[in-house]
Antibody, heavy 120, light 107 residues
Framework: EVQLVESGGGLVQPGRSLKLSCAAS????????MAWVRQAPKKGLEWVAT????????YYPDSVKGRFTISRDNAKSSLYLQMNSLKSEDTATYYC?????????????WGQGVMVTVSS | DIQMTQSPASLSASLEEIVTITCQPS??????LSWYQQKPGKSPQLLIH???SLADGVPSRFSGSRSGTQYSLKINRLQVEDTGIYYC?????????FGGGTKLELK
């Protein structure tokens, strides 16, 4: 059974940093692209970052580019999101998601999410 | 960036009714369209990928279609457990973008 379990969320002051983790199990982690998607309270979904199987390629929207860094450790089947210079608008539930890239691109499994609150 | 216009924003329907939700991308995305269901307090779940392919384990009352540049999610014979928020996603080009969501309630 595919499982994705996020951790590392919490309350952080504006301008500070936080690192999220996602522990994957039930599949060969190194074979899949992975992503982070977030959802602000009572809002819709926003894609945050994607990483290739080896970690050599990463992708970000402009809203987080230069502040967030996605990474992975295939030996540990773990995905990470380093978030720097946090802003109040980064307050959201962050989901780790597995990506299917065989023919088309979509998220087939999601974690339960971890809450990040940016506030003074 | 590709904008995904999803409609309606909210919808109230009766049990056993047929429900249709649509997504209109701002440019061609081929079949790079997927649909997700999110229930309160839960993470999104994949329903449809590649515009028309049913994800594993999803009831057959859900279906996806494409007509030109418009994509639709159809729920045949609405059930109580189908309430929630539905999102479309374009995976054609970065930044990958979601529709604004459709909140589906029972009448």
């Amino acid at each position: 059974e595919v499982q994705l379990v996020e951790s590392g969320g919490g309350l952080v002051q504006p301008g500070r940093s936080l690192k999220l983790s996602c522990a994957a199990s039930g599949f060969t982690f190194s074979n899949y692209y992975m992503a982070w998607v977030r959802q602000a309270p009572k809002k819709g979904l926003e894609w945050v970052a994607t990483i290739s199987t080896s970690g050599s390629r990463t992708y970000y929207p402009d809203s987080v580019k230069g502040r967030f860094t996605i990474s992975r450790d295939n030996a540990k089947s773990s995905l990470y999101l380093q978030m720097n210079s946090l802003k109040s608008e980064d307050t959201a539930t962050y989901y780790c998601a597995r990506i299917i890239t065989t023919v088309v691109y979509y998220f087939d499994y999601w974690g339960q999410g971890v809450m990040v609150t940016v506030s003074s | 960036d590709i904008q995904m216009t999803q409609s309606p924003a909210s919808l109230s329907a009766s049990l056993e009714e047929i429900v249709t939700i649509t997504c209109q991308p701002s440019q061609d995305i081929g079949n790079y369209l997927s649909w997700y269901q999110q229930k309160p307090g839960k993470s999104p779940q994949l329903l449809i990928h590649s515009a028309t392919s049913l994800a594993d384990g999803v009831p057959s009352r859900f279906s996806g279609s494409r007509s030109g540049t418009q994509y639709s999610l159809k729920i045949n014979r609405l059930q109580v457990e189908d309430t929630g928020i539905y999102y479309c996603l374009q995976g054609y080009s970065a930044p990958w973008t979601f529709g604004g969501g459709t909140k589906l309630e029972l009448k």
